[in-house]
């Protein structure tokens, strides 16, 4: 077995190792499994086919069919949810370790694999039956696709097989397309002409991809579903453009409407990037945001650990790759970036960075390489 094998092979066994050890020591499995939608569904889901025909979730139907299929496998059990999960994870930390070590640097890839794999929080929600893993796995996976300098088409078919996965797993991520279509136009290759080829090849493979289930949906709903119900959250303002008719006048006139306060972007940035919460929060009814109380002192303590540490070398590692014009960093702080403006939006806690956090990690210790660097170039300038 080569080195590179041995190092993979034990990266692997530790973030599977202690995702199955803290199932065994701290997991709740009836608990968990009764408080799971997706649990309950996927298991409703390997009992029979009707799913096909009829509308058994208004969620998207990624994470509950891996689930259903590893059901299919190993059995309708909790174990079965969580071995999927800890599977997952330590995959997502296998493409940490390659990602940094073929795009920022050997030190950065396996540093980086190490922190995800002791990551209390992505050891704890690998003990959940939801799709969070799942989601972190697959923008991980889309990230070092687009990381990777595009050298043939099939590159840009691949990264939307990529982004469909995701769409259907979290429709959150319809809102990104835009962003990643204006990447691909202005970055993807030096020359305008391959970029715009990309991107036509791109759109046309992720609408490719995408039209099997939306047919689907179109023969249960009698109507154009992408995704599933859930995504006519975030596809609602572009169905009202395209209406031949404007809506009806009701006939009666309704009661007095509701308002419902809803927080603003600002409340929700903060939100996202809160590292602690040591004393009750009152809230702020009149802006939507509602009273918090403070966080336990594992949770504190872990935020400390985890994100004091890291985001303050996060925002170094953006300022170098800008500076350095380092495609990968730029790529990955890019999508950190544009996933948190994002949740300022549709709204976020401090859980939506899970989401990002191999992200974060990369550019964080990216930051910190070429701080080394840096460091160490003045020290031999001087002797």
């Known amino acids: ?210 039209m099997p289930w939306t047919i689907r949906n179109a023969i249960v709903y009698g109507d154009v579903v992408p995704v599933g119900l859930e995504a006519t959250r975030y596809t609602a303002p572009i169905s009202r453009l395209l209406r031949d008719l404007p809506p009806e006048v009701a006939a009666t006139t309704p009661p007095e409407a509701v308002t419902i306060q809803r927080p603003g972007f600002f409340a929700n940035e903060r939100e996202f990037w809160r590292v602690v919460r040591i004393a009750d929060s009152p809230g702020e009814p009149a802006r939507g945001v509602a009273p918090e109380p403070a966080w336990s002192l594992r949770h504190n303590v872990a935020g400390i650990l985890n994100y004091a540490i890291l985001l303050p070398f996060f925002f170094i590692g953006c300022a170098f790759a800008v500076m350095q014009r380092h495609r990968a960093a730029l790529v990955l702080g890019s999508m950190v970036v544009s996933y948190a403006v994002v949740r300022g939006f549709v709204g976020a806690t401090d859980a939506s960075r899970l989401w990002v956090d191999p992200l974060i990690i990369l550019v964080a210790f990216y930051g910190v390489k070429v701080l080394l660097d840096r460091r160490r170039a003045v020290t031999e300038t001087h002797s």
Request: charged share 10%; net charge positive; glycine share 4%.
């Open 1 to 210: 077995m080569t080195p590179d094998r041995r190092t993979l092979l034990a990266l692997f066994s530790l973030a599977f190792g202690l995702r199955v050890l803290y199932a065994v020591v701290l997991g709740n499995a009836d608990a968990t499994a009764q408080d799971s939608y997706d649990f309950r569904i996927a298991a409703r889901m390997v009992q029979s086919l009707d799913w096909i025909t009829t509308p058994f979730s208004p969620n998207a139907p990624g994470y509950r069919l891996l689930l259903t299929a590893a059901f299919k496998l190993l059995g309708v059990s909790w174990w079965t949810a969580v071995l999927l999960n800890a599977i997952l994870g330590a995959v997502t930390a296998l493409f940490l370790y390659r990602i940094g070590e073929r795009l920022l640097g050997h030190r950065v890839g396996l540093i980086s694999s190490l922190w995800l794999g002791l990551s209390v929080n992505h050891v704890h929600f690998a003990s959940l039956a939801h799709r969070d893993v799942l989601v972190t796995f697959l923008l991980t996976w889309l990230a070092y696709a687009l990381a990777r300098p595009f050298y043939r088409m099939r590159a840009a078919v691949w990264t939307a097989f990529l982004c469909t996965l995701l769409i259907h797993t979290e429709p959150m991520f319809l809102l990104l397309v835009p962003p990643l279509l204006v990447f691909l136009a202005l970055a993807s290759t030096h020359h305008r002409a391959l970029s715009a080829q990309y991107v036509f090849l791109f759109m046309t493979a992720l609408f490719v991809f995408s």
